[in-house]
């Protein structure tokens, strides 16, 4: 079993920055990567960045690329995502998920076998 936990979310004046952060504890050993996922209210929950465990090798959805940085620290088993140039629009909840195997396709909800709990980002205007 894995767990993952989230934290770091909060309230941000747009222009502003957070960091997220993500530790992943239990059977993490076998897993490829991780991911950043987010969702607004009323919207269906949509990709941010993922990172592989091996390598580093990064991947991020358009509408944060330059301005969100996922990096990971492979001795504490955690995940950051550095958010910097926050605007409005990205307020929601944030998860991180966790990846047993593969790289590819890693925008998609489907290809991550756990997630956490979820950490609330504000960004007001």
């Known amino acids: 079993q894995v767990q993952l936990v989230e934290s770091g979310g909060g309230l941000v004046q747009a222009g502003g920055s957070l960091r997220l952060s993500c530790a992943a504890s239990?059977?993490?050993?076998?897993?490829?990567?991780m991911g950043w996922f987010r969702q607004a209210p009323g919207k269906e929950r949509e990709f941010v960045a993922t990172?592989?465990?091996?390598?580093?090798?990064?991947y991020y959805a358009d509408s944060v690329k330059g301005r969100f940085t996922i990096s990971r620290d492979n001795a504490k088993n955690t995940v950051y995502l550095q958010m910097n140039s926050l605007k409005p629009e990205d307020t929601a909840v944030y998860y991180c998920?966790?990846?047993?195997?593969?790289w590819g396709n890693g925008a998609l909800v489907s290809r991550y076998d756990y997630w956490g709990q979820g950490t609330q980002v504000t960004v007001s205007s």
């Open positions: 998920a966790l990846r047993i195997s593969g």
């Open positions: 990172i592989r465990w091996s390598g580093g090798s990064t």
């Open positions: 239990g059977r993490t050993f076998s897993s490829s990567a």
